[in-house]
């Protein structure tokens, strides 16, 4: 079982930066695909990032590529999301996700196992 903890959402004007990390429970962190999705009010949720374990190859979203990074902590069991140069569109509740081993298919939610309780971003105009 990994328990997942987000934080470091909040506030912050266009243009601006937060980052975000997701705190995992378990010993086995390095076997783990750690990903960061979002959902907006009435949307579905989506795909923002994900790293694969030991190696961690990166992939992201068109929307958030150039902008956005992921990286992982492997000693510490964190996983980040950096966010720049934000947009008003990127408002909504982000939520860290893993699952044992990797995916081709990282970008799909019913792939991950384990969720955290979301944070909020919002960004205004």
């Known amino acids: 079982q990994v328990q997942l903890v987000e934080s470091g959402g909040g506030l912050v004007q266009a243009g601006g930066s937060l980052k975000l990390s997701c705190a995992a429970s378990?010993?086995?962190?390095?076997?783990?695909?750690m990903g960061w999705f979002r959902q907006a009010p009435g949307k579905e949720r989506e795909f923002v990032a994900a790293?694969?374990?030991?190696?961690?190859?990166?992939y992201y979203a068109n929307s958030v590529k150039g902008r956005f990074t992921i990286s992982r902590d492997n000693a510490k069991n964190t996983v980040y999301l950096q966010m720049n140069s934000l947009k008003p569109e990127d408002t909504a509740v982000y939520y860290c996700a893993a699952r044992y081993r990797w995916t081709i298919n990282y970008y799909d939610t019913s792939e991950y196992n384990y969720w955290g309780q979301g944070t909020q971003v919002t960004v205004s105009s």
């Open positions: 790293i694969s374990g030991s190696v961690g190859n990166t």
């Open positions: 378990g010993r086995t962190f390095n076997s783990y695909t």
